[in-house]
């Protein structure tokens, strides 16, 4: 799996839109760019994921570069819920699994 | 996208004695995934379970240490052997749902004195 660099935490504002930035230069041609959060006690829990197109679902979108050497997780409309450790990973999934780096720590302030 | 069952979801155990994780899931996946998350720390992959062949594990983990097993395609099994305070994490299994990602159980949180 390509490394990627993420912040090591962010802050943002309830309601607002929050932007997490991902860094991935070395990722091979057929990973997927997957994000996970954790919650307080809780497992990962999936969030999106895609390959070159930007997608949409009902938790977030995912905007990836035209290069892929990048890609920005957008939560629209922030909730303190939303407050968890984002992980970016890069993976070709089946039995690669995935390799969780330090991941972004996003904090929502009321 | 599947639901993980994961037993016992936390436990105290003595230094030297071994405890058995259970993980079921509620639709049958060719493969299951243990992860181990020590304390403050990120996830780190110790081995993926096929069933039906010996499960194949990362480097620093071995099989003496965390035997799996795997008997069908519903339910694995990790055993953290000889346990010693440094084994004191969360440990969860995960299985891969096409178009949905990876889903993970709730985790085991071990603790050992």
Not at chain 1, 23 to 49: C, K, M
């Amino acid at each position: 799996d390509a490394k990627t660099t993420q912040p090591n935490s962010m802050e943002s504002n309830e309601e607002e839109p929050v932007h997490l930035p991902c860094n991935h230069s070395t990722i091979s041609g057929t990973d997927y760019i997957h994000w996970y959060r954790q919650l307080p006690s809780q497992g990962p829990e999936y969030v999106i994921h895609g390959l070159t197109s930007n997608v949409n679902n009902r938790m977030a979108s995912l905007a990836i570069a035209e290069d892929r050497k990048s890609s920005t997780l957008i939560l629209h409309r922030a909730t303190l819920r939303d407050a968890a450790v984002y992980y970016c990973i890069n993976s070709g999934g089946g039995a690669d699994g995935l390799t969780f780096g330090k991941g972004t720590h996003l904090i929502i302030q009321p | 996208s599947a639901v993980i069952s994961q037993k016992p979801s936390r436990d105290i155990c003595q230094r030297g004695t071994s405890l058995t994780i259970q993980c079921q899931v509620d639709s049958q996946v060719t493969m299951m995934f243990w992860y181990r998350q020590q304390p403050g720390q990120s996830l780190t992959l110790i081995a993926t379970a096929n069933q039906g062949s010996e499960a194949t594990y990362e480097s620093g983990f071995v099989i003496d240490k965390f035997p799996i097993s795997r008997p069908n395609l519903t339910f694995s099994t990790l055993t953290v052997s000889n346990m010693s305070p440094e084994d004191s994490s969360i440990y969860l299994c995960s299985v891969e749902v096409y178009s949905y990602g990876y889903t993970f159980g709730s985790g085991t949180r071990l603790t050992v004195v």
